[in-house]
């Protein structure tokens, strides 16, 4: 094992997995503030202590070390099923866009590329395991119960009703 590959396996566990959460987190976020009014609170990590950032009507809740674990929710649901698809496909489109961000930048020949191709790696995992739709089973830990963003868009779809009321 060389150095860059040790150094690129702590950089992606450290800050690259919390960032692709956050920004996958944020997309949900960006989504609610569309259509809804009230605030938007998307949330990576699992202490009990956040440091908190608002930015207006939205919360980014930042806790230690957090891995692939993040949420998104918002004071008052939309009204319809229809205004709840961008919440919850906002956050796999975003994971989908950063790693094709990733992919294109990681062509430059540099030392970034290998940071910059495990982005790409951790962006597509997550969108895949978001995306597909599955409940998720009980070893996935905080997840364990829920619905995935593609299950969840689905039902929405099937039953044109709304899944947070």
Excluded: N
Excluded at 9 to 37: K, M, N, Q, Y
Excluded at 60 to 87: I, K, N, S
Excluded at 101 to 121: H, I, N, V, Y
Excluded at 143 to 165: E, H, N
């Amino acid at each position: 094992m060389d150095a860059t590959w040790l150094l690129s396996v702590a950089v992606f566990w450290l800050l690259t997995v919390p960032l692709i959460t956050l920004l996958h987190e944020l997309g949900h976020a960006v989504g609610g503030l569309i259509t809804t009014r009230g605030w938007v609170q998307a949330s990576i990590g699992k202490s009990q202590h956040p440091f908190t950032l608002r930015l207006g009507r939205l919360y980014v809740d930042l806790r230690a070390f957090t891995g692939f674990v993040g949420f998104c929710r918002w004071e008052h649901p939309p009204a319809t099923w229809r205004g709840e698809l961008p919440f919850y496909a906002l956050g796999p489109a975003t994971s989908l866009l950063c790693a094709g961000a990733c992919l294109a930048l990681g062509q430059t020949g540099t030392w970034l590329d290998p940071f910059l191709r495990s982005a790409a790696t951790g962006a597509i995992t997550q969108f895949v395991v978001t995306i597909v739709p599955i409940r998720y089973p009980s070893w996935l830990g905080a997840y364990a119960g829920y619905r995935s963003d593609g299950a969840t868009i689905i039902a929405l779809l099937r039953t044109r009703k709304s899944v947070t009321r």
